[in-house]
């Protein structure tokens, strides 16, 4: 079977990695550990530029779900054992670069699956890619829904599955007057536009919103706008996105827009890394709903973070995006295991209904190809972890918001054949 | 009236870190007609020197003495980027002057040059870059003097850089497979630099909360000033500068050593970049593309100032500070809340930051369309123009 890919391909690095495939899966059995042959998947990240900080955590995630698999034994389909071989690219951070790589990694390395992205507009840029080809892309961030393809599977959470569980509970527990602060780019603008309508429904206030380009750090209009909106305090919903955080938390403490001054602040991009790369100090009593947090008490949990530790370090820290990368592996082995095949196609439509016990709890992928989260909300302590204060429970996710009023009684169901079982009307 | 403070306040503390920051340029690009894109950059190694010495204060020095880092680091950081920009001016920009297209694009490699050095420099790194660099520089001294008069010196003066780099890049290999050399310094993540407390907190004066770390960077731009403008208009050195500006070759006929002239300009340019670093570890966030946030900024205010004036540096900053805070907070609205309701329509859609910073910028170039040369245009000729 792996011939075939000999003869298609005109990289000479490709036929060196397939030439040291063949060797492996022909003669020296016992050198590789057991295994009956290869399987390919790739990684595809930003390991370089503005993201490469915390795309890392997530390929690194991937990689040790990737070696724990193949220290079991590997991928086991048709009675053969298979190693799971990963083939990095890197997306740099440059949306075009990933849909690129991920034609390379589709057409050169054959690969059975690809596992990556982190930005929205990284995922929108190779959605197109996966699509012509037929192929298939896991996506491990939480990210603003609103999409449904056939070609992706997403592991993180929908917004049914964080910001909403997250917007009641600020409205049940903190008050009704609510500012919105985000990045200026698709994830913050699509996030608050449900949000808003969220608002209406349940009765909360919106008193202002504001956006800030990607990497600015002049925040004092803003802390402007929410002393006149909030002078006695409210709630504060931030989807800003990397460095902007670190001057908006900063210039905040100074300007004493603090919890301890009535402000109850809610972010959707900050984990346990981002508190650690801020600075716990400025952080300490805001808020965060997530799928995982690194300090939530269950054994597999604390497996996880203690086998992360112990492979890239001991002062690394896991957080969502990480365990969300680290199942989507898992899952795609079980769908695997399940197809007995690493046929796409196949692995695809066997991925439905698979369960794994990650460290979050167990998990299930749903026929709209996103999987069931556990929802908690987090409190930032002194040590930079977080208090779990709030368990949802597990949530099934909604691919199609049900509070815009252009997408509310839609629904995605690739079980069902027919044509537009991405999109349709209940 | 407090909203008139509140107005003032926020567009001074905004305006005064543009200051601070095109202050730098405003000497190099003014002064010496360079345009240099790796401004930023100066900007970026003074912030990793305030890193450094937060960790050494942190590590090995009383607890008591913690709060104070910062006012060591101000000089520290103008003389390690000062002494970046001197070595860059050394042995790039000397060759280019009098061409601006070259100086533009060889500066902004030595912008991602610096990027990533901060990115994987490690102990076996440096060691390597530094053998490299003094064996490339004192090559002249080991070597036959005939040897530099001969047809074939300009080969020899490649072929020392091609030899010290080689050496530099074996000694870093070999120093590299000591694990603990290898460990990069900064690494491409963000670092965190923790302001000191009191300059953590805000004051209350007259119905306006004033961030201590704004005050605190209002006043070192103010000192900043101070000690350009001075330097410049009274000490000798400074007189040097300006004679150089004003005319070139007619300072060189009077025995002004116009070499050292450029090289201190270049020198006192980047430091100030360097003290512009230290503060806005106070606002955002340090790593290796913090340059990038600011250089575009830098530029516009320079240019908007009218290049070679200070004065108009000053100006033009506070001017986009103020505009950008009264633009992007929407205070206008509280200002004259009757408004007709199309006005209001149009304010509010600008009332968000990004479309603030549009807002300025296409007031800049209209401006620019009528005053081309800035608010305050320089009256004698540049160098080398």
């Not at chain 2, 506070?318 to 209001?344: C, E």
Request: glycine share 10%.
């Amino acid at each position: 079977m792996r011939k075939m890919a000999v003869r298609s391909i005109a990289g000479a690095t490709a036929v060196a990695a397939s030439l040291s495939l063949v060797a492996c899966g022909g003669g020296e059995k016992g050198a590789s550990g057991g295994f009956d042959g290869e399987v390919k998947v790739g990684i595809l990240h930003s390991r370089s530029g503005t993201m490469a900080i915390s795309e890392n955590t997530v390929a690194e995630a991937e990689l040790m779900a990737i070696d724990e698999i193949n220290a079991a034994g590997g991928v086991k389909v048709d009675g053969k054992k298979l190693k799971i071989v990963p083939i990095e690219e890197d997306g740099a951070s440059d949306w075009p670069t990933f849909a690129e790589k991920a034609k390379k990694l589709i057409d050169q390395d054959q690969v059975a699956v690809v596992f990556g992205g982190w930005t929205s507009a990284s995922r929108k840029a190779m959605l197109p890619v996966f699509e012509a080809k037929d192929h298939f892309l896991f996506y491990p961030i939480q990210y603003e829904g609103q999409e449904c393809s056939r070609n992706i599977f997403y592991t993180g959470a929908t917004p049914n599955q964080q910001a909403e569980p997250a917007v009641s509970w600020l409205l049940k527990n903190k008050g009704k007057d609510f500012f919105l602060v985000g990045s200026d780019y698709v994830y913050p603008r699509t996030a608050n536009t449900i949000m808003k309508e969220q608002l209406k429904v349940e009765g909360g206030k919106l008193v202002g919103e504001d956006y800030l380009p990607l990497g600015n750090t002049e925040v004092a209009p803003i802390i402007a706008k929410i002393k006149q909106a909030l002078p006695k305090g409210g709630v504060i919903v931030n989807t800003l996105n990397g460095d902007s955080n670190v001057a908006f938390f900063k210039q905040m403490k100074a300007a004493g827009i603090t919890p301890a001054n009535g402000y109850a602040i809610m972010s959707f991009s900050i984990a346990e890394e981002e508190v650690a790369a801020i600075g716990p100090e400025y952080l300490e009593g805001t808020y965060a709903a997530w799928n995982f947090f690194q300090s939530l008490d269950t054994p597999a949990s604390k497996k996880f973070t203690a086998d992360f530790k112990a492979k890239y370090g001991d002062k690394r820290v896991t957080n969502d995006p990480a365990e969300s990368a680290y199942n989507m592996v898992y899952l795609w082995a079980k769908g695997a295991e399940k197809a007995n095949s690493v046929d796409d196609n196949k692995v695809r439509d066997a991925l439905i209904g698979v369960q794994f016990d990650a460290p979050q709890g167990p998990i299930e992928v749903q026929p709209n190809h996103h999987t069931t989260e556990l929802v908690m909300i987090g409190e930032v302590q002194k040590d930079g972890m977080f208090k779990i204060i709030e368990n949802k429970g597990i949530l099934k996710p909604l691919a199609w918001n049900q509070f815009v009023p252009e997408t509310k009684g839609y629904t995605c169901d690739w079980t069902q054949k027919r044509p537009d079982a991405g999109k349709f009307k209940l | 009236m407090d909203l008139l403070y509140d107005t003032l306040f926020n567009g001074l503390a905004i305006g005064s870190v543009l200051v601070l920051a095109a202050l730098g340029l405003a000497v190099v690009f003014g002064l010496m007609g360079v345009i240099n894109m790796a401004h930023g950059e100066l900007m970026m190694l003074g912030a990793y020197t305030t890193f450094v010495v937060q960790n050494i204060f942190k590590a090995s020095l009383p607890d008591a003495l913690f709060p104070i880092y910062i006012l060591v680091a101000i000089p520290l950081a103008f003389l390690v980027s000062g002494l970046v920009g001197l070595l860059l001016e050394k042995t790039v920009i000397r060759r280019l002057y009098g061409r601006p297209l070259e100086t533009l694009l060889a500066t902004w490699g030595v912008s991602l040059i610096l990027q990533q050095f901060v990115r994987s420099v490690s102990s076996a790194f440096a060691l390597g870059l530094v053998l490299a660099v003094v064996l490339g520089l004192l090559a002249p001294r080991f070597t036959p003097r005939a040897w530099w008069q001969k047809r074939w010196t300009p080969l020899l003066a490649v072929g020392r850089w091609i030899v010290a780099g080689g050496l530099g890049i074996a000694l870093a290999s070999v120093l590299g497979s000591v694990r603990s050399l290898d460990q990069p310094w900064f690494s491409a993540r963000n670092i965190d630099v923790t302001a000191p407390t009191w300059l953590r907190g805000s004051i209350e004066l007259g119905g306006v909360t004033m961030p201590t770390a704004r005050l605190f960077i209002i006043a070192l731009t103010a000192l900043a000033l101070v000690g350009v403008t001075w330097f410049l208009q009274k000490s000798a050195w400074g007189i040097r500068i300006r004679a150089v500006t004003q005319n070139r070759s007619m300072s060189d006929c009077l025995g002004i050593p116009t070499e050292t002239v450029d090289a201190l300009t270049f020198l006192i340019g980047s430091g100030l970049a360097g003290v512009a670093g230290v503060a806005v570890t106070l606002l955002g966030s340090v790593g290796p593309n913090l340059g990038g946030n600011y250089i575009v900024d830098c530029f516009m205010v320079v240019v908007l100032g009218g290049v070679g004036k200070l004065a108009g540096t000053v100006l033009a900053a506070l001017g986009i500070g103020v505009l950008s805070y009264i633009v992007g907070s929407g205070s206008l609205l509280l200002v004259w809340p009757a408004m007709p309701a199309v006005l209001n329509e149009l304010i509010s859609f600008f009332a968000t930051t990004s479309m603030a910073k549009v807002l300025v910028f296409a007031i800049i170039v209209v401006f620019l369309q009528f005053r081309p040369a800035g608010l305050f245009p320089q009256k004698g000729r540049l160098v080398e123009a």
